[in-house]
């Protein structure tokens, strides 16, 4: 099995070499077979690779340990699940995964938009295979996942050989949400190849009206959109995994995921202002060449150890291959922009500094700062190494400080942008928009000052989040209002045919609520507390409202790991809660046994109460526990299925009947959409 | 320039300046030498005023737990001299040490070196020993 998934890698490679030269050439030669050749081959690639991962899977499954990479990240008393989420578990893996990806993306792309987009597609194939060429060569020559086990004899020559039972997956990898985290993040990152491609192939052809803007917009969307739950499912992860209480602490591979999101959300952004005022032609295509080079930096970053991080990445030979790469990239389409200027004039000036556009440009501003202030952090080592000698790292204080206020900069656009009119909004319009909405939410801004929320950021972020909130039920109740009025539907129905009939408007209102509903999570953990006690059992611990009684305190035994485990009973005011049942695991396969912390979390919309096993005592008759009270953080998560609720809105196509038009401003844009669609 | 342009500009500048301030003060805060042991050790005075990440092998069998706080010690080969430099650290952290901090770990510690020589840090992360020399450990290796 392992040589047809190796005899799968290099005809990939093959076929995907040849995609390239066929497309541009058939291109150059106007040979219209060449260039259909170069399509049906980017389409094999598809097949070739998905015959590796099958390959790879398949050895997973069998528990084929002559196979380096399976005797490595894999044992015979894992469970199925693992065992195939293996595949992206370690190095070679997690890059085949990528490629994978890729080539599923690309074949989707080419089978949507072939006809569509006939003088583009030739070049999108080719940027995409290019990329796809790129990884296929590492996986076939720097970091193939088919390589045989082998014993170092004394001469150093290598002998085949198999072991009795793989060294296992890193036990804080054995967890549901590492089993989805990955892909998420992948579909995320690779995402954005597309448009990148679509951006080449229309500065190449010249098509650079908005019709690569168009045809990427879903992609872009859906793109961001896994991203999202990428980085939000990463969090979650380290929120139960990790055991110190927090789930983001700006780690280099946190960060790593962020840096391209950020500049995704910008373009996201920023090409609403090419559709409608054909402006920031030359920005929109920075930014998505940006995006896509922090996708492929942050792939490099978590996988080639460049800087340290607790993710537990070996030093690799990848590094400067993909270094190589993203430098090839970068300063390719950075000349095709440059050479293409002349033909991205912008249609339109800025007009007033209160206006919609404005409101975007600020918003892209402070996302890119956002972004720069990232990869300056996480650079920071290498950077002061190279300029003085020494390497400097920052700490959390460096991020936190310069990307709270910038968040809640974004919170505070997030309400304004959306309702402020293009070109100008009047000074009635904002009154009539946004002077109750910031009444009420200065007002109760006011009470919680009295009612004890003091801390300065904490406090501006929860009024913001009111304000915000109050600028989105207006708008659907302002719309649902003229509808219902005019149609005669109820309310409700009203809201649910507003929205579908703008999906990608009302749908954004969602996304930017849900965002409100992350904040206010993100928000609490300034008012974190915690506590610790040596507990035997019938000792009780308080914090808060809350008090904890160890009932019992056992191992339990399983074929993959052994653990010492307690029961705790929870009290609320005195009142029993809940069991929770923190434990300290040692996981058996391996040399060195490795032992994991499985918190136990009592979680509530008002805070969660986390557990975490910290170890015996030297006597063994008591348990070290640790107890956190972090405030509001279910809203985080909560907030994170909203946004992603919001987007998949958004990426409804607008239903299409034409229902008698209120004579409103705001309909001028609706009716816009719909004469498009017509 | 147009007025208008220059309102932008303005406003951009504003918010740029506000936000290098911002990164500027919260780097005073947090910034870190990130030195091996022997480094440590080769810049003398200097070490003792400076906050410092340091990193090396936990040596075997020398965690200890003093109440609340955890006293080990971490060692590293320099790689000129080729001499083990070893380093006594007592973690007096908030945060429990994470799981992967066991004997032969990849420990990083944050925080000052003391005058009687003990580095006491606040702050640890750690990492199991590299998958490639955990792999040579167990006789399996890559193949190129």
């Known amino acids: ?678 | 320039m147009k007025r208008k342009q220059l309102k932008f500009v303005a406003g951009s500048v504003v918010i740029i300046l506000t936000l290098a301030y911002l990164a500027y003060s919260g780097f005073k805060e947090g910034n870190a030498y990130y030195q091996t042991v022997s480094e440590l050790y080769a810049s003398k005075d200097q070490a003792y005023t400076r906050r410092l990440k340091v990193a090396g092998d936990v040596v075997p069998g020398s965690i200890q737990r003093e109440g609340k706080s955890i006293n080990f010690m971490i060692s590293q080969q320099d790689e000129k001299t080729k001499q083990v430099e070893t380093l006594t650290v007592k973690y007096v952290g908030n945060d429990a040490p994470p799981d992967t901090f066991v004997d032969r770990a990849q420990a990083v510690v944050e925080g000052q070196l003391g005058r009687d020589g003990v580095f006491v840090a606040n702050k640890m992360q750690a990492k199991c020993a590299s998958k490639y020399e955990k792999e040579s450990a167990a006789g399996v290796r890559k193949s190129d």
Request: charged share 15%; proline share 4%.
């Open chain 1, 1 to 678: 099995m392992a040589q047809i998934g190796q005899f799968a890698l290099a005809l990939a490679w093959v076929v995907t070499a040849y995609s390239i030269v066929a497309s541009l050439l058939g291109i150059r030669l106007k040979h219209d077979n060449l260039i259909a050749s170069g399509r049906n081959a980017a389409l094999g690639t598809f097949v070739c690779i998905t015959s590796a991962i099958a390959c790879l899977g398949y050895l997973f499954a069998v528990s084929d340990f002559s196979i380096k990479y399976i005797a490595a990240h894999s044992n015979r008393d894992l469970p199925i699940y693992f065992k195939v989420s293996s595949i992206w578990g370690g190095q070679e893996g997690s890059l085949l995964f990528w490629g994978w990806l890729l080539t599923a993306y690309s074949a989707l792309v080419i089978v949507q938009n072939w006809r569509k987009h006939s003088a583009m597609m030739p070049y999108v194939v080719a940027v995409l295979m290019g990329t796809s060429f790129f990884f296929t060569s590492m996986h076939l020559f720097i970091v193939n996942p088919f390589n045989q086990t082998v014993f170092l004899q004394s001469d150093a020559s290598p002998l085949p050989f198999v072991p009795r039972d793989g060294t296992g997956l890193n036990p804080l990898l054995q967890d549901p949400y590492m089993v989805i985290h990955p892909p998420m993040l992948y579909l995320g990152f690779v995402g954005f190849a597309v448009p990148f491609a679509f951006a080449i192939a229309a500065m190449i052809t010249k098509q650079l009206g908005d019709t690569w803007i168009r045809t990427t917009r879903r992609w872009t969307m859906v793109a961001w959109m896994f991203l999202s739950i990428g980085i939000m499912l990463g969090g979650k992860w380290a929120y139960h995994e990790l055991g110190w209480g927090g789930f983001w602490a700006w780690d280099p591979v946190e960060n790593a995921s962020m840096m391209p999101w950020l500049i995704g959300t910008a373009f996201l952004h920023s090409v609403m202002v090419q559709e409608k005022k054909g402006m920031l032609k030359v920005w929109n295509m920075v930014l998505i060449i940006l995006t896509f080079i922090m996708s492929i930096f942050g792939t490099l970053l978590t996988r080639s150890g460049m800087v340290q991080s607790v993710h537990a990445f070996a030093q690799s030979p990848v590094g400067g291959y993909f270094r190589a790469f993203i430098i090839v990239a970068l300063s390719g389409a950075l000349y095709l922009l440059f050479d293409r200027l002349p033909y991205l004039k912008s249609e339109n000036q800025m007009e007033s500094i209160v206006s919609r556009e404005s409101s975007f440009m600020f918003n892209n501003l402070i996302l890119l700062a956002a972004c720069f202030a990232v990869f300056w952090g996480t650079m920071f080592p290498i950077i002061s190494e190279a300029a003085t000698g020494s390497k400097i790292t920052v700490g959390p204080p460096f991020f936190n400080k310069v990307n709270v206020p910038i968040a809640i900069f974004l919170m505070f656009l997030t309400g304004v942008g959306p309702l402020l009119a293009w070109r100008r909004a009047s000074t009635n319009s904002l009154k009539r928009n946004f002077l109750s909405p910031a009444v009420i939410a200065l007002a109760s801004g006011v009470a919680l000052y009295f009612r004890g929320v003091q801390h300065f950021y904490a406090w501006l972020s929860i009024v913001m989040s009111i304000f915000v909130t109050l600028t989105i039920i207006r708008e659907f109740y302002k719309g649902a209002a003229a509808r219902s009025s005019g149609t005669g539907e109820t309310f409700l129905e009203a809201i649910v045919n507003l929205t579908l009939r703008n999906t990608r408007r009302y749908g954004g209102y969602v996304v930017h609520f849900g965002f409100v509903l992350l904040f206010i999570g993100w928000t609490g953990q300034a008012f974190t507390t915690d506590a610790e006690g040596e507990m035997g059992v019938g000792d009780t611990l308080s914090i808060r409202e809350y008090t904890l009684r160890v009932d019992k305190l056992g191992i339990e035994d399983t074929p993959n790991y052994a653990s010492d485990k307690a029961t705790i009973s929870l009290f609320e005011y005195g009142k029993k809660v809940a069991n929770l049942y923190p434990e300290k695991r040692l996981y058996k396969a391996g040399q060195e046994k490795q032992p994991t912390t499985e918190v136990s979390i009592y979680s509530t919309a008002k805070n969660d109460v986390y557990l975490v096993f910290q170890g015996g005592t030297r006597d063994g008759k008591k348990a070290i526990i640790q107890v956190f009270y972090n405030p509001l953080t279910m809203w985080v998560w909560i907030g994170g299925i909203v946004l992603v609720a919001g987007t998949l809105i958004a990426l409804l196509p607008n239903k299409k009947t034409i229902l008698r038009r209120r004579p409103e401003i705001e309909s001028k844009e609706e009716r816009k959409e719909v004469e498009e669609k017509v």
